[in-house]
C-alpha cells in the first residue's frame, strides 16, 4: 500500500491561503494527482492545504476527507535561551545537536524543551489518527510495525528461509495498489513519517527538508505474510512543477536548488 503525503503550496501565511506563485504550483500539482489511482484522499483543516487539495480534488472529481490532526504541528515550546514559545522544531543547530536525547526515538519526549508544552500529547494525537486511518486498510500497529489479515494484500516474498539474492524474487505482480493521499503540512507530514519509520521526528524535522507542493511516497513492503514494514520511497519530488515554475523555498535558510 502506499500512502502519499503533499505539502501545501507556497504559503500566504497571514491569510492562511495561498501566494500568487502557490496557486500556480497548485495547477501543476493537480494536472499530475488527477492522473493517479487514488483510493482516498485525506487533507488538513487549515485554509493552505484546503486551497492546494482543492483543484487535485476538483480535477479528479473527488472529495476529501478532512481531520483536525492532520493540520500543522504546532505546539509552542519555551525556548530555553530567551523564554519565548516557538514551534518545537525550529532549533538552532547548535541547541538541537548538544542534546543527544532529540535524536532518540522514545527519549526525545522526555526533554526539558518537549516537557515545556503538550508536545507528547499532540504527537500521540498525530501518531493514532494516522494508525486510525490505517486500520481502514486492515493495518494495525503493532509494536513498531505493522499487522494484516495475511490475504491482502500478499507478502513481497516468503523470507522463511535464506534465500541468495532474494531481493531479485520479489512477488511485485499480487502487489497492494491502495493508494491513500494527505494534503497537509512539513511538520506533521515528519511526524507522521518517524512515527511509520520509529525514529525521533526532530531527526526529519531538523534533517530534512521538502518544497511546497513536494510528493512524498512510502510505501508498504509485507515480506512476510502478515506483517508489514513502511519505506520511504521517494522524499520531495517537485516534477510536476517543471522548469518554468521556481521551487519555493518556504521554511528552509538556504535557496533550493533549481531544476536543472
Known sequence: MRLIFIRHGDPDYKRDSLT????????????????????????????RAQDTASLSLKKARRTAE????????????????????????DLLPEYFYSEEKFLDREKWLETDLMKSGEVEKNYREVCEGLDSI?????????????????KIPNPNFDSAT??????????????????????????????MISHLVNCS?????????????S????????????KAAFRVERLGDTRHLGSKQAISSSGYYAPVLQEI
Not at 530567551?82 to 514551534?87: Q, S, T
Not at 486492515?138 to 509494536?143: N, S
Open 134 to 150: 490505517l486500520r481502514r486498510y486492515d493495518f494495525e500497529r503493532e509494536g513498531l510495525s505493522y499487522k494484516t489479515s495475511g
Open 215 to 226: 510528493i512524498t511516497v512510502l510505501n508498504s513492503e509485507e515480506r512476510v505474510a502478515g
Open 20 to 47: 500568487p506563485q502557490g496557486w500556480k504550483e497548485a495547477r501543476l500539482l493537480a494536472k499530475r494527482v488527477s492522473k493517479w489511482n487514488v483510493t482516498d484522499f485525506y487533507v488538513s483543516p487549515l485554509g
Open 201 to 213: 521526528p526532530l531527526v526529519l524535522w531538523q534533517g530534512f527538508y521538502v518544497a511546497p507542493t
Open 162 to 191: 535464506f534465500v541468495k539474492n532474494y531481493h531479485l524474487l520479489s512477488n511485485k505482480k499480487e502487489y497492494d495498489e491502495r493508494t491513500a493521499v494527505f494534503f497537509c503540512h512539513l511538520g506533521v507530514m515528519f511526524a
Open 66 to 89: 478532512t481531520h483536525e490532526w492532520l493540520k500543522e504541528f504546532y505546539v509552542p515550546v519555551k525556548d530555553p535561551v530567551d523564554g519565548h514559545e516557538r514551534i518545537p522544531w
